[in-house]
């Protein structure tokens, strides 16, 4: 039998799906199962998704052009426009199968074998795996939860750049933090990479869910680096349509985008049908957007009074996206993820999170904490919650004096 | 402004798509462009891939398993027993983004960077592209139309291969050439493979697209070499939906799946919508294929006829697949295909077709050669015909005397 290749077994198991079997196992012994582990909305994807499809009466489900269907690129181009992200035509945008594809392209476009990206942990785990692709070496740089995952100083990105920094890569607001970026953190980037003539890549896909009050500012935006803005988009979360599987890849470089291309071509289309789709939720009005928005903050909310009543949890400040990363007292969030599937349940119920430690890349950090995705309705959160406080007092490797001593009695 | 990667800049541009802009201004100037040069079917996506999708009356578009909607994977899986291929279970197989993405998470999987693949050339261009991702060496195994291109001896693959040869690519029917592989082709690859412990990867797309009562072999069947074999799958143009992009990658070897499978969840899901569209073509009756065979032996008839009767051009045998790689009476079939589209019309309208030399790695090959694909009806093959008839009387660069001879008159 012939091996396997060096760089496929280094490649990481997704810290997100890699309980799956813990929780099918829990399902079939009839334990229902609240799945905080996943970033797949339950919100409804808008009904004119499947109207445009339906209306479009299609003889034949043809490619669409390699860079996505025109019609559908003025539609993201225009909603850029509504935005306030201003100047951006055809030339610069290349439609992916979701933001994934477009990191690959970057990526492949950008770095050779041996080059390094920057990017601030904890991130989203998937990026290691489009490194890996990549032969890139990613250069973790902590953020902290007792510091609400705030970006660090100018002077510690500059402590790790080398030879081979080739790129800074940030998602605002953050998958797993949902810490949003302000305007004074992106002018530091902006400072850095300009200083050093790197990319700045930044995942945007969560660009609306900014919450009290707070303005998203895009990397498309900064002056004086329009050519180093590489921008990853997507439709799955602003529009909960997850399996459309449709993205952009956006940057003001258009030799950029040539090379970029070139990959985009090779894998003939992005997918048509959802294309056609999400030309229409493009177009929808900024009231749709509205509605989600307070949907995630009531939610969120919510999961901030829940958890703030059970001890020794830690629980930062969180201004976007739809996740949160929290301190949970157990001695391995590993062990107290699967030991939640495999051994406990609370009125019929149990919770699936992701253990934090695949999203940082330095190794021990993070070993005490969860990712939590706020994406089931108000009146599950609160039974997920309640779950978790009862898992807690059960779970042998409790490490709070009072959850051990109430376990005691 | 920062650079791009040296192997972005690597990546060729398709043959294939290459020439887009010139047949983009040839219409604008009102010429009709036979589009003899892309692998897009005409025929019509059957009507259960629209009514399958309208009945799931999904309110929210989610992700599909990373493998794969499960009913969809077993109607796959159905759909292969019914081919004869026997044994296959769901651990063989992963859903992928279109036959490409099959491609790549196989080349990731079993090589590394410096690795060498052999393959039959002329072969898909799109290959070269999936190596250079890769960082892997092809290395070419010519066949010549002048034996219609024919398998070379074992001892010529012998030749080729080193210690860093871990695999034999081959796509089968042919894109390009239309050849279709018998029982003997693929066990001459199955002794070179077990001998020298090599992979064996089959492009299998065009299965059923064998002509003339000849039968398709699959390489799943092939014995002694259950855990080498690769193939990669797609409704593209089985079930003419190109733009579903929804592929299958399928292996006996589980531990080669289990590796894919991380490149699979890296990329968290194929596009859901195709795949319930898909799910119901895989139950079509075996009429449905019948129906397109038969229109694809008659166009390629059609053009066996109108071809044979210009002179100068050779046309081999052709017994799968829908396309034909054929020679041309021109000096530089690079330079006619773009003097087709900038310089000429017949009757209105103008060929488009792929020059052969993109699909050839050795350097000076199939110059004088171009890949037609039968996508359009016969009526409509037969005015391309016309056009390509009269397109080589008129070209300043033809080779033949006869023709050179009229041109002068």
Not at 62 to 69: K, P, R, T, V
Not at 314 to 332: N, Q, T
Not at 364 to 392: F, H, P, T
Request: proline content about 6%; charged content about 25%.
């Amino acid at each position: 039998m012939p091996g396997l290749s060096q760089r496929g077994q280094q490649m990481p198991e997704s810290p997100i799906r890699k309980l799956v079997p813990y929780a099918e196992a829990a399902k079939k012994k009839g334990v229902h199962v609240y799945h905080l582990n996943i970033g797949q909305p339950d919100i409804e994807t808008p009904p004119v998704f499947f109207e445009a499809i339906a209306k479009a009466n299609l003889k034949v489900v043809e490619y669409s052009h390699s860079a996505g269907l025109e019609s559908f690129r003025q539609a993201v181009l225009d909603y850029y426009e509504r935005k306030g992200i201003h100047g951006l035509g055809q030339q610069h945008i290349i439609t992916t199968t979701g933001a994934s594809e477009a990191l690959r392209f970057a990526f492949m476009s950008c770095f050779d074998p041996g080059d390094e990206v920057i990017i601030p942990e904890p991130f989203y785990a998937n990026y290691n795996g489009f490194a890996l692709e990549a032969g890139v070496k990613v250069v973790p740089i902590t953020t902290r939860i007792e510091e609400n995952f705030d970006l660090p100083e100018i002077e510690e990105f500059q402590a790790l750049i080398t030879p081979r920094t080739r790129a800074i890569l940030i998602c605002n607001p953050s998958n797993p933090t949902g810490k949003l970026y302000d305007l004074d953190d992106l002018e530091k980037l902006r400072d850095v990479v300009k200083k050093h003539n790197l990319y700045l890549f930044a995942d945007e896909v969560y660009r609306e869910f900014a919450y009290d009050g707070r303005i998203h500012h895009s990397t498309l935006n900064l002056e004086g680096i329009e050519e180093n803005v590489v921008v990853f988009d997507s439709i799955s979360k602003r529009f909960s349509a997850c399996g459309a599987r449709v993205g952009s890849l956006i940057s003001r470089n258009s030799k950029f985008i040539s090379v970029a291309m070139k990959y985009a071509q090779a894998r003939l289309s992005p997918p048509t049908l959802g294309q056609i789709g999400a030309e229409a939720m493009y177009k929808l009005p900024d009231s749709y957007y509205q509605i989600a928005i307070n949907e995630y903050v009531s939610r969120r909310d919510c999961l901030f009074r829940a958890l703030g009543e059970i001890p020794g949890v830690m629980v930062p400040h969180v201004s976007g996206a739809f996740y949160m990363v929290v301190r949970l007292p157990v001695d391995d969030a590993d062990k107290f993820c699967q030991w939640m599937l495999e051994s406990f349940s609370f009125e019929g119920g149990t919770c699936m999170m992701a253990p934090a430690a695949g999203f940082y890349a330095t190794p021990g950090l993070g070993r005490d904490e969860v990712r939590i995705a706020y994406v089931l309705k108000e009146s599950e959160l609160e039974k997920a919650m309640k779950c978790l406080a009862a898992g807690l007092l059960a779970y042998p490797g409790t490490t709070v004096p009072e959850l051990s001593g109430k376990k005691a009695n």
